[in-house]
């Protein structure tokens, strides 16, 4: 269960939601492929882009409990605002208040929390996909900087981050987790090149290539050690997949309240089509699997801000279970809405292109059930 303080933070997500991302806005950003600068600002004036971040630097100093009461309440009116707030405030900013040095955290934190700088993660490789380790992009030590070279594929909201948290490999190791560095790249940086994809859903936020030809940076913008990468990246891994089953919840909890208030208008032979047993058993299972993933997510979340030590295998569980009910969700809501919902004037069939994308990213439901599955003794299907 929620604190009050937790249930307050929700209340006032929601109601920033509702004035700064009305379903005509949030239809036009997906229809124009336009980032959600209106809701940015408006969580930025509400002093909610530092929630999580700590309060030395102008934030709240809450945890991964409360950013995921934020991303899953911005979901339910946007997945756009909800990946904005994901990716520069957690992604970026914890990884800063974790990992950085203490210039790092005063130059960068204090301006997330005012909405004055944005980020993205660039880790993903056309060649590697959820196999992080498959790393191409080199960080070679060139005096006192460092020269990057490489392509990262799929990366959210590049075309508008003024920083990427970069991935590289700066040295070769017997372990592939060994050798790898996090830099802070400014994407105005010379031999950055960022080229718009054409996905399916998530429109609103961009989905990207990033191209990096020799690009220099200093040994400033290093984050965390050199070489010791894996160390600072695995927590922020954790918390990313129990955030992507925030938002996932969010998108799906949309659908079927959008479900259920079209069951209850729309007539067929006479009757409202919600009085059908078929109808009702879709949004009853989607309510049933919302709300059961919905506490796994929090339980998730409670214990990576405790630091413990089986959170990367809940963060998992919490995941896969939100994604697929929110796929699910959104999949009942199309075959309820039915040919209405297939019409693109319909948020239904929006929330059903946005639901896939939670299936995929950040490491697909398939690599997740095996890591589960090998935390409880299963051998390993790979080397």
Not at 21 to 45: G, T
Not at 78 to 93: D, E, K, P, Q
């Amino acid at each position: 269960m929620l604190t009050s303080e937790q249930r307050t933070l929700q209340s006032t997500v929601r109601a920033v939601a509702a004035r700064a991302a009305s379903p005509e806005m949030v239809r036009a950003w997906d229809e124009e492929s336009r980032f959600p600068e209106e809701i940015w600002q408006a969580l930025a004036r509400a002093d909610l882009l530092g929630v999580p971040l700590p309060e030395e630097h102008g934030g709240q100093g809450g945890g991964l409990l409360d950013a995921t009461v934020v991303i899953e309440a911005l979901a339910e009116h946007s997945v756009a605002s909800a990946f904005a707030f994901l990716i520069t405030v957690c992604f970026g900013g914890l990884s800063i208040a974790h990992n950085g040095t203490p210039e790092q955290r005063s130059e960068f934190l204090p301006r997330i929390v005012r909405g004055e700088v944005r980020l993205s993660g660039a880790f993903t490789e056309p060649g590697g996909g959820s196999d992080l380790f498959a790393l191409r992009t080199t960080a070679v030590r060139d005096g006192g900087q460092f020269v990057i070279s490489g392509q990262k594929t799929f990366i959210t909201a590049a075309q508008v981050a003024d920083y990427l948290v970069l991935l590289t490999r700066t040295s070769t190791a017997e372990k592939p987790s060994q050798g790898l560095t996090i830099f802070l790249v400014p994407t105005a940086a010379p031999g950055v090149d960022i080229r718009p994809l054409q996905p399916l859903g998530l429109h609103a936020t961009g989905t990207n290539e990033v191209f990096l030809d020799g690009v220099r940076v200093d040994e400033s913008c290093v984050l965390g050690s050199v070489d010791d990468g894996w160390r600072a990246l695995v927590p922020m891994l954790n918390a990313e997949r129990v955030l992507a089953g925030a938002w996932a919840l969010g998108n799906g909890q949309a659908a079927l309240d959008h479900a259920v208030a079209y069951a209850k208008e729309r007539c067929a032979f006479g009757r409202p089509i919600g009085s059908r047993q078929a109808i009702q058993h879709y949004i009853a299972d989607s309510a049933i699997a919302l709300e059961s993933a919905r506490q796994l997510v929090y339980e998730a979340a409670r214990l990576q801000d405790a630091g413990h030590h089986d959170a990367a295998r809940f963060s998992m569980m919490a995941k896969v279970a939100a994604t697929e009910a929110g796929f699910a969700a959104a999949h009942s809501g199309m075959r309820i809405l039915a040919g209405q919902g297939y019409m693109m004037d319909s948020p239904m069939q929006r929330f059903f292109r946005d639901a896939h994308v939670a299936l995929l990213g950040p490491s697909t439901n398939e690599v997740s059930r095996s890591f589960i599955a090998t935390s409880m003794g299963l051998p390993r299907d790979r080397d």
